[in-house]
């Protein structure tokens, strides 16, 4: 590319008007903006761009530069490309396209006929839903509140079901590597080395268009028509392509982040039909994370353009706990987070369908912090009536509290949790202390092995903290009476011996006697919470007897070696049918 085609460019772009496509900025002087940095995490913004200097710098991270600088970076592409991405932005007319290597032009080239292939796919599938076989597909549409025009703005289209009507159609316009490597079509190998003939990998499903930011058609979600078997899974998706990564594309963002950046908010809902119908309601800021919970990508993909989110899940379980999931990522990601609940378990779509878009404005006016939200959530899942709910529900919350990054953020919301759960708050936040403690002790790999913290143990704790009556608990009460030799001298049995004493555990660390079970006892609550069966503590005892059998094991071997030292022929024989018999004992498991 000619240098004087990018002078030029540069001269007529403007950085802060480009910059500003991808971070939020702010006037941070006279000349100059400031924004949170795309390259590094930070929570106040050290990314400045200077307009009349044109360039931007971060006093976080030390990343500078140029216009072109940061679109290659943002958009992970060449020199020249970039150019060519701030020319098309600017309206400057390109010339004729050169390379820098062939390989780079070659991958250019496909991704720009991916593009392309997409886009005729679009269009292709837009015209299906208005021929004679998609009358279901359209019903459907219509029934689930869709209108014309929500219909065109999403561009939702119609695969037909036929396995060669689409590709007969592409063949003409497109070499085999695009058609191959766009995930349109799937191909049958066939066992001799041939390429096998290819086919539409999208039948008879009602499509939805996924656009990256720039609003271009990526990939597809299609939903089946029919429920039955053969029609394969409800949604299917486009495979991985050079275009699309999943987990990378946050939906609809294209449409929304205009609004987000005026709203200063997104709305994040789970599903593409609730992306929608709530878009068509005229709540603009809206994206879909399309069904999962957030990833890493989708965060900093959103943090570009706000910080804070109002979450909108599905009631269901699983919508809960990817709610849950989400908020932990986006939380440590310094985000200010808020949960709506509707009313009546409805979803967010069926709620503005039914209820009317004040209704659910009113709804998101009345969202929750997010700490009031898992409050009230481990207030559902463990009614705080018995000491050992209150347990559960404070290891429901601890990791939540601990992904805070702000301290004060963190004792209000143990404070907030102390009081609804009714725990003494000072208890609360010294478990908070030891819970970080421990979870730093857990990013080591093995630290709780190391300290002899195995497996069996931790679950023999759980056990006893169960409520009184549990088979679990009764049962690992009764094998440890019977048995004690079993957990002496291990790193856990002075907090055994003590939850075997005591009836009722109220706060199991009044029980700990020292300041090493006090952290390992965090770390057992932290990893705790699911039901724990009775053949769970046999194979706990199981392992403990085995173990046992090992130690031995291990101080008769040194026994065995002193003793043939000393030429003491008589201990060498009793020490040697003990250890035969013992590893039989252990060979046979
Ligand atoms: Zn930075």
């Known amino acids: 590319m000619a240098d004087g085609f990018a002078q030029s460019v540069k001269q007529q772009a403007d950085i802060v008007r480009i910059v500003g496509e991808y971070v939020r900025l702010t006037k941070g002087g006279a000349q100059s903006f400031k924004g949170l940095c795309p390259f590094h995490k930070e929570k106040t913004p050290s990314f400045n761009v200077q307009a009349v200097q044109q360039f931007y710098h971060c006093f976080g991270c030390g990343q500078s530069g140029d216009v072109f600088t940061f679109v ?144 271009r058609v990526i990939a597809f979600t299609a939903r089946a028509l029919d429920n039955d078997e053969k029609a394969g899974p409800k949604y299917l998706n486009s495979p991985e392509t050079p275009l699309y990564t999943k987990g990378h594309v946050l939906f609809n963002l294209d449409k929304a982040k205009q609004a987000i950046r005026q709203f200063e908010f997104a709305l994040l809902v789970e599903g593409q039909m609730d992306c929608i119908s709530v878009y068509m309601a005229g709540i603009t800021n809206v994206l879909a994370t399309s069904g999962t919970a957030f990833t890493e990508a989708q965060v900093r993909l959103l943090a570009r353009h706000t910080r804070q989110v109002v979450v909108n899940f599905d009631p269901d379980t699983a919508g809960a706990n990817a709610a849950e999931k989400s908020i932990a990522l986006l939380i440590e990601e310094g985000f200010s987070v808020k949960v709506v609940t509707l009313e009546g378990g409805l979803d967010p779509d069926r709620y503005v369908r039914e209820r009317g878009t004040p209704a659910y404005i009113a709804a998101l006016r009345g969202a929750r912090r997010h700490s009031d939200y898992l409050i009230e959530r481990a207030r559902t899942l463990f009614p705080p009536v018995t000491p050992d709910a209150k347990v559960k529900a404070l290891n429901f919350l601890l990791p939540h509290m601990q992904h805070i990054p702000s301290r004060i953020a963190r004792d209000e919301f143990a404070a907030d949790a102390a009081q609804k759960l009714s725990i003494d708050s000072a208890l609360l936040r010294q478990e908070l202390k030891q819970a970080a403690f421990a979870r730093r002790a857990d990013v080591r790999p093995k630290s709780s092995s190391a300290l002899g913290w195995s497996e069996a143990e931790k679950l023999l704790l759980r056990a006893l903290m169960l409520p009184a009556g549990q088979p679990a608990r009764e049962l690992a009460r009764q094998r440890m009476t019977e048995e004690p030799s079993l957990y002496e001298g291990l790193a856990a049995s002075a907090l055994l011996s003590a939850f075997l004493e005591a009836e009722t555990i109220s706060n199991p660390f009044d029980l700990a006697p020292d300041e090493s079970s006090r952290h390992l006892l965090a770390a057992v609550l932290m990893n705790g919470g699911q039901e724990i069966q009775t053949q769970q503590v046999e194979d706990a005892f199981h392992s403990l007897r085995h173990s046992r059998l090992e130690r031995r094991q291990r101080e008769l071997r040194r026994s065995l070696a002193e003793a043939e030292l000393r030429n003491d022929s008589a201990t060498v024989q009793e020490l040697m049918t003990e250890k035969m018999a013992l590893d039989r004992v252990l060979r046979d498991g």
């Open 72 to 215: 290659q970076k943002m958009e992970n592409i060449s020199f020249p490309e970039a150019v060519r991405t701030v020319a098309q932005k600017c309206g400057i007319p390109l010339p004729k396209r050169e390379f820098s290597s062939p390989e780079e032009a070659q991958a250019s080239r496909l991704r720009s006929k991916l593009l392309e292939i997409h886009e005729q796919a679009c269009l292709y599938f837009e015209e299906q839903l208005q021929g004679p076989e998609a009358a279901r597909a359209r019903e459907y549409l219509t029934g689930r509140g869709l209108t014309a025009e929500a219909i065109t703005a999403f561009r939702i289209g119609y695969a037909p079901d036929s396995y060669s009507t689409m590709r007969d159609r592409f063949q003409s316009g497109f070499e085999e590597e695009v058609l191959r490597g766009s995930g349109l079509f799937s191909a049958k190998e066939q066992a001799e080395g041939g390429s096998g003939t290819m086919y539409a990998r999208f039948r008879k499903r009602i499509t939805f268009p996924i656009r990256n930011e720039a609003g």
